[in-house]
């Protein structure tokens, strides 16, 4: 069974950094695109980041250089390094494996991580 | 970077059909055929209900359909019931000189009357 469980979320300051991880199970991170996407409360769903089976790596407008996504193969975890965090970076984030059944849809997703900034 | 354009809510009474637009650009929507809609219910994460524009996964009710026509995508929800009444996502793969990733649509609440 696929099963991604997020953590890391919590209250940060802004301008200060945080780490979240995406456990995987069920099938292996590195062998498939993996994405991160928030919702800030009470809005709509934004796309942050991508890293494809091959390394590449996109990122949203809103993050690119402030976020960096990656993962650790041995323990088939994905992460998301924020950086330079700002108040509008408040928001759930969820890690989604992107393909599976097709190319490009999101097709599994956890159940999401607070993420609060704010002083 | 623009998300797509969802009407913001829809409504319709059990038993009926509704429709939900998704407007992008030939960057996205009109470019490829990785169309995907995403239906969320309050508190929860999102659930993949259509991808590649029109194909359904496995568990999900043939009351959902999609389509796509030139840069516009649609949804149809066909004999509404009342646990359909929830968000709804579209998203598309995007490429363009300066962007690869994805894009989401604005969102649209479906409200079951």
């Known amino acids: 069974e696929v099963q991604l469980v997020e953590s890391g979320g919590g209250l940060i300051q802004p301008g200060g950094s945080l780490r979240l991880s995406c456990a995987a199970s069920?099938?292996?991170?590195?062998?498939?695109?993996m994405s991160w996407v928030r919702q800030a409360p009470g809005k709509g769903l934004e796309w942050v980041s991508v890293i494809y089976s091959g390394g590449s790596t996109y990122y949203a407008d809103s993050v690119k250089g402030r976020f960096t996504i990656s993962r650790d193969n041995s323990k088939n975890t994905l992460y998301l390094q924020m950086n330079s965090l700002r108040a509008e970076d408040t928001a759930v984030y969820y890690c989604a494996r992107v393909g599976g059944i097709a190319a490009h849809p999101f097709d599994y997703w956890g159940q999401g991580t607070l993420v609060t900034v704010s002083s | 970077q623009s998300a797509l354009t969802q009407p913001a809510s829809v409504s319709g009474s059990p038993g009926q059909s509704i429709t939900i637009s998704c407007t992008g650009t030939s960057s996205d929507v009109g470019g490829y055929n990785y169309v995907s809609w995403y239906q969320q219910h309050p508190g929860k994460a999102p659930k993949l209900m259509i991808y590649d524009v029109s194909n359904r996964p496995s568990g999900v009710s043939n009351r959902f359909s999609g389509s796509k026509s030139g840069n516009t995508a649609s949804l149809t929800i066909s004999g509404l019931q009342a646990e359909d009444e929830a968000d709804y996502y579209c998203s598309s793969y995007t490429s363009s000189s300066t962007l690869e990733g994805y894009v989401f649509g604005t969102g649209t609440k479906v409200t079951v009357l």
């Open positions: 069920g099938f292996t991170v590195s062998s498939n695109y």
